[in-house]
């Protein structure tokens, strides 16, 4: 069974960083796609950004320029760099491994709160 674990989550001023980091238990991480979403209580889960097994990523929109993903497949663990946080940026986010046709595994989700 695959565990995933957030950390790196709390408040952040706007115009500030923040690096959440995933942990995976197991042995599949390296096989797997991955990547981070966010939430907020009245919207769904949107993609934040993606990185395949060979380092290729994808970022939403509303991150392109500001987001950096990651991930050390030795230390099975994929990072969310995120520079000039806006409010906009506030939700749960939520770390996801995948692989397409296969259900998927998440994480239990960290809270980002960007404000001053």
């Known amino acids: 069974q695959v565990q995933l674990v957030e950390s790196g989550g709390g408040l952040v001023q706007p115009g500030g960083s923040l690096r959440l980091s995933c942990e995976a238990s197991?042995?599949?991480?390296?096989?797997?796609?991955t990547g981070w979403y966010r939430q907020t209580p009245d919207n769904q889960r949107d993609v934040v950004a993606t990185?395949?097994?060979?380092?290729?990523?994808r970022y939403a929109d509303s991150v392109k320029g500001r987001a950096t993903i990651s991930r050390d497949n030795a230390k099975n663990m994929v990072n969310l760099q995120l520079d000039n946080v806006k409010t906009e940026d506030t939700a749960v986010y939520y770390c996801r491994l995948f692989l397409l046709g296969k259900p998927s595994y998440w994480g239990q989700g960290t809270q980002v709160t960007v404000s001053s």
């Open positions: 990185i395949t097994v060979h380092g290729r990523t």
């Open positions: 197991g042995n599949i991480f390296n096989l797997l796609s």
